[in-house]
């Protein structure tokens, strides 16, 4: 979805970190409510 969308994007090690896995508009909008 994101690079659909044109968004570029870089890895990184999120190990003990926070974060969500967004792959549909409906996740985006979840994470971001």
Do not use: H, I, P, Y
């Not at 090690?13 to 994470?31: H, N, P």
Request: glycine share 6%.
């Amino acid at each position: 979805f994101m690079v659909n969308k044109g968004n570029r994007f870089a890895t990184c090690d999120v190990s003990g970190s926070l974060w969500a896995d967004v792959d549909t508009e409906e996740d985006l909008k979840r994470v971001t409510a």
